[in-house]
Structures are given as structure tokens and as C-alpha cells.
T-cell receptor, first 110, second 116 residues
Framework: QKEVEQDPGPLSVPEGAIVSLNCTYSNSAFQYFMWYRQYSRKGPELLMYTYSSGNKEDGRFTAQVDKSSKYISLFIRDSQPSDSATYLCAMSAGDYKLSFGAGTTVTVRA | GAGVSQSPSNKVTEKGKDVELRCDPISGHTALYWYRQRLGQGLEFLIYFQGNSAPDKSGLPSDRFSAERTGESVSTLTIQRTQQEDSAVYLC??????????????FGPGTRLTVL
């Protein structure tokens, strides 16, 4: 079993819809949770960074962490075609080593 | 300022040849990381540098893989006697080192390696 599981999709939504992405994990030591966005042929860029459980909001993006269920989510409100990308979850126990999900490919249709 | 840069952006090589991949981190970032991203899979940690020393090489898949770093600057990942299973995107990232928490890693665009 992989340490971090993420449905690869693909996910296709109309412009303006809410995009819902999630990851599950098995390592209870994980405390830091990140979402990266990766455009085609580009490196991942950090979108959201959350410590421990709870919600964090940044503009149209909301990250949720439920450590009791070992489940994290990313919501994108009012999605735009420019949000079309692969979204990677990543997590760590507090050191430099990140464990990544496989990524979910999202397409927002105009 | 400038981000992490990597070269070449694409590399096609024949099985059995050696390749060198280069990473220029963000200026002032003491920590540098190499990852491998195979098609449809998550990023796989390869090696971590703190300055020019590599305290964690645990992710290097075999002794055909090696890496070095000059001071707090350029790093080179070398793959000897390449195999077809080495085909992947090799990503480099750099970060500050605060010694606490998990520092944000900034990624380069990657080198797409194809072994024929």
C-alpha cells in the first residue's frame, strides 16, 4: 500500500464549478500537509501549506485536514480554465522528506 | 528573483550511456533536493543536500545514480549506464533551512530524460 493515495482522475468540470480533490495517507506521523499545482511541462508550485488539522483558506482555495481520518482535501471555488493542471498533495512528519500523491489531473472547460 | 533552473530541459540518450543533469538552486537556499517523477506516479525522493554534503541519499535507486553539489550552489545528478526504466522527469528543488518544521521547497521545471 502506498503511503499517500490520490485518485489520478482525470477530473473535468465546467467553468465556475467547485473542484474537490482529496488524498488519504497511512503514516500517522505526518503533520505538515501541502498542495502543489503542476502545469504541463513545468515544476510543481506550492499552493497551500497547512500544519496539523483544520481548515485554511486563500482566495478561491480551501485546504482541509482531518488527521483523525487521515484525509486531506483541496477545494477550488469558481474554477477557471487557468486552473487546469495536475494537483499534487504532499505531506511530511516535520522534516525535509516529502511524500507525494500521484496527482490528479483537472480540466476546467470554458 | 530567479527561481530554480535545470538543464537540459530534455535529454534523449541511448541505453548504456551516461547522462548529467544540472540544477541551479535559488540563491541563498542551503538545502537542495532531487526527485524523480515517473509517468502517472508521484514524486519520488532521491537525495537531499545541506550545503555540499548529502546527509540523505536513501532514495537513490542504485549505484548507477550519484549526485554532487558545489558549496551552496549548483548540483549535478549523474546516471551511469542508463537503462530504459530510468526514463522519467528529474526535478530539483531548493529551500531555506530553518532547522524546524518543513521548509517550503521550490521546484525547477525538470529535465525530461528518455532512454531509448
Amino acid at each position: 500500500q502506498k503511503e499517500v493515495e490520490q485518485d489520478p482522475g482525470p477530473l473535468s468540470v465546467p467553468e465556475g464549478a467547485i473542484v474537490s480533490l482529496n488524498c488519504t495517507y497511512s503514516n500517522s506521523a505526518f503533520q505538515y500537509f501541502m498542495w502543489y499545482r503542476q502545469y504541463s511541462r513545468k515544476g510543481p508550485e506550492l499552493l497551500m501549506y497547512t500544519y496539523s488539522s483544520g481548515n485554511k483558506e486563500d482566495g478561491r482555495f480551501t485546504a482541509q485536514v482531518d488527521k483523525s481520518s487521515k484525509y486531506i482535501s483541496l477545494f477550488i471555488r469558481d474554477s477557471q480554465p487557468s486552473d487546469s493542471a495536475t494537483y499534487l498533495c504532499a505531506m511530511s512528519a516535520g522534516d525535509y522528506k516529502l511524500s507525494f500523491g500521484a496527482g490528479t489531473t483537472v480540466t476546467v472547460r470554458a | 528573483g530567479a527561481g530554480v533552473s535545470q538543464s537540459p530541459s530534455n535529454k534523449v540518450t541511448e541505453k548504456g550511456k551516461d547522462v548529467e543533469l544540472r540544477c541551479d538552486p535559488i540563491s541563498g537556499h542551503t538545502a537542495l533536493y532531487w526527485y524523480r517523477q515517473r509517468l502517472g506516479q508521484g514524486l519520488e525522493f532521491l537525495i537531499y543536500f545541506q550545503g555540499n554534503s548529502a546527509p540523505d541519499k536513501s532514495g537513490l535507486p542504485s549505484d548507477r545514480f550519484s549526485a554532487e553539489r558545489t558549496g551552496e550552489s549548483v548540483s549535478t545528478l549523474t546516471i551511469q549506464r542508463t537503462q530504459q526504466e530510468d526514463s522519467a522527469v528529474y526535478l530539483c528543488a531548493s529551500s531555506l533551512w530553518t532547522g524546524r518544521d518543513t521548509d517550503t521547497q521550490y521546484f525547477g521545471p525538470g529535465t525530461r530524460l528518455t532512454v531509448l
